[in-house]
Structures are given as structure tokens and as C-alpha cells.
């Protein structure tokens, strides 16, 4: 069965603090991998698409890269405004539908 | 430049009462998906159309539920006979039709059951 783990759940971060948040995945044959960014009582918001084992991409402090069994976010020198839940998804098999991981709380402290 | 819209964006009802929420996608978007999302968990995929074609629904998606896209806009989802486990963040996200593309997602209607 396909299936997402995000970890850790929860994370809290100093200012400045650089770290990694992590989803392992299993699924027959990825299809894509999103991570999205979720403010409290709001959608989700696009932050990444990868597709294949080696990609990496980058949008300010934010960094997604991919193997063929996981994808880290990794936050360079955090700032109190990307605080939100990080969640990560595929595409599951044979399906258009999205597989969601329970998300990774990120608080980051002034 | 116009994003995902829902409405409303709240929604509380008494255990029983029917629901409906609306959706509109991105303009150019083809396809159109539901999802819901319950406190601390992910979106869990519900329902998706292709124009107006609903082409797979999840076993989530009890009798109680339907959703539609008369002439491939805007969906409706119904909740008939609502129960207090209903309660939840209602999501809908659209797409461009080729291929695996990204899913943007609107802002939610959050539903209690009371």
C-alpha cells in the first residue's frame, strides 16, 4: 500500500537554526513528489515538485532534494515566518489521486 | 490572477441537516479534486474530475456524499444526513489536465457538526 511518513512531527528551531525536516515513501514507481507549506486554518500552498532521484530545488531559505526512498526539506537559517506545518505528498500508483504524510510542525523561535 | 476559490469558508449544522460546498478552480484547470483534512493529519484524497467526468472516488466517500461538476467549472460536494465525524477542513485543488502535474489547492471550508 502506498504510504508517506513525515518526521519528525513536531520541530522547534532558534532563529537562524538551520535543519531538516524528512518524508520516506513508499510507493511501487514515483510518480512525483510535493512538498506544501500549511499556515494554520489555511490550504495548502505549493512549495515543490520532484520527480526523480538526484533532483533538488530551491526557493529562498528552502531546499527539497530526492532519493529513491526519501525527500528532506532542508530550512537554512529559519526565520520566525516559516513557521507552518510541512506536508509532503506523491502521486499514488495509477492514480491521479495525492498521498498526504501527517506533516512536520515546524515553530521556529525569535 | 485568481487562485482556487471555495465557499463558505465555515460551515457549522446540526447532526442530520445536508451541506453543500462549492469550489471554483483555476480557470484553465481540467481537473478538479476533494479532499479532506482532519486536525494533525493530511489531506486525504475524497473525490476527482476530469471536466465533468468524476472518474475515481475514495472509499471514504460514503452514500452520504456527492459531488458534481455540471459542465467541468465549478464542483459542488453534498453531505447528506451530516454526522458529528463529518466535522472537518473540506479542501479542493485543481490542475492542468496532462500529465502529473501540480495540484493547487484552495483555502478549505471547515465544517462542524454539532
Known amino acids: 500500500e502506498d504510504q508517506v511518513t513525515q518526521s519528525p512531527e513536531a520541530l522547534r528551531l532558534q532563529e537562524g537554526e538551520s535543519s531538516s525536516l524528512n518524508c520516506s515513501y513508499t510507493?511501487?514507481?514515483?510518480?512525483?513528489l510535493f512538498w506544501y507549506r500549511q499556515d494554520p486554518g489555511k490550504g495548502p500552498e505549493f512549495l515543490f515538485t520532484?520527480?526523480?532521484a538526484g533532483e533538488e530545488k530551491e526557493k529562498e531559505r528552502l531546499k527539497a532534494t530526492l532519493t529513491k526512498k526519501e525527500s528532506f526539506l532542508h530550512i537554512t537559517a529559519p526565520k520566525p515566518e516559516d513557521s507552518a506545518t510541512y506536508l509532503c505528498?506523491?502521486?499514488?500508483?495509477?492514480?491521479?489521486?495525492?498521498?498526504f504524510g501527517s506533516g512536520t510542525r515546524l515553530l521556529v523561535r525569535p | 490572477d485568481t487562485g482556487v476559490s471555495q465557499d463558505p469558508r465555515h460551515k457549522i449544522t446540526k447532526r442530520g441537516q445536508n451541506v453543500t460546498f462549492r469550489c471554483d478552480p483555476i480557470?484553465?484547470?481540467?481537473?478538479l479534486y476533494w479532499y479532506r483534512q482532519t486536525l494533525g493529519q493530511g489531506p486525504e484524497f475524497l473525490t476527482y474530475?476530469?471536466?465533468?467526468?468524476?472518474?475515481?472516488k475514495s472509499r471514504l466517500l460514503s452514500d452520504r456524499f456527492s459531488a458534481e461538476r455540471p459542465k467541468g467549472s465549478f464542483s459542488t460536494l453534498e453531505i447528506q444526513r451530516t454526522e458529528q465525524g463529518d466535522s472537518a477542513m473540506y479542501l479542493c485543488?485543481?490542475?492542468?489536465?496532462?500529465?502529473?502535474?501540480?495540484?493547487?489547492f484552495g483555502p478549505g471550508t471547515r465544517l462542524l457538526v454539532l
Open positions: 485543488a485543481s490542475s492542468l489536465e496532462m500529465g502529473l502535474k501540480t495540484q493547487y
Open positions: 520532484l520527480y526523480s
Open positions: 480557470s484553465e484547470h481540467n481537473r
Open positions: 510507493v511501487s514507481g514515483l510518480r512525483g
Open positions: 505528498a506523491v502521486y499514488g500508483d495509477s492514480s491521479y489521486k495525492l498521498i
Open positions: 474530475f476530469q471536466n465533468e467526468a468524476q472518474l475515481e
